[in-house]
Nanobody
Framework: QVQLVESGGGLVQAGSSLRLSCAAS????????AQWHRQVVGKPRELVAS?????PRYYLASVEGRVAISRDDNTVYLQMNNVKSEDAAVYYC??????????????WGQGIRVAVSS
């Protein structure tokens, strides 16, 4: 079983930077790709950024140029610069890959809150 542990959220000042991390436990898990989503109460969850083996990175239009998604083995990061009030949300990582058995699998993180002060 793979578990995702998210970190790096909290209260930040508008215009500052923060980095979210999502670490997948289980050294035998082969991550193929990952995404960061975010959700505000009362609104649908939206895809913020995506990264996958051999594919282009995707960014939500409203964050492009301020956000960068990256991976390091089984950890995926979301670097957010010049944070804006509209970035306040609960952020979820979503990863997919292969288990040692060869079967594919995908997982959601528990969510981490980002609050922005003006």
């Amino acid at each position: 079983q793979v578990q995702l542990v998210e970190s790096g959220g909290g209260l930040v000042q508008a215009g500052s930077s923060l980095r979210l991390s999502c670490a997948a436990s289980g050294s035998a898990y082969l991550m193929s790709g990952a995404q960061w989503h975010r959700q505000v109460v009362g609104k649908p969850r939206e895809l913020v950024a995506s990264i996958s083996d051999g594919g282009p990175r995707y960014y939500l239009a409203s964050v492009e140029g301020r956000v960068a998604i990256s991976r390091d083995d089984n950890t995926v990061y979301l670097q957010m610069n010049n944070v804006k009030s509209e970035d306040a949300a609960v952020y979820y990582c979503y990863v997919w890959g292969s288990l040692p058995s060869g079967s594919s699998s995908h997982y959601w993180g528990q969510g981490i809150r980002v609050a922005v002060s003006s």
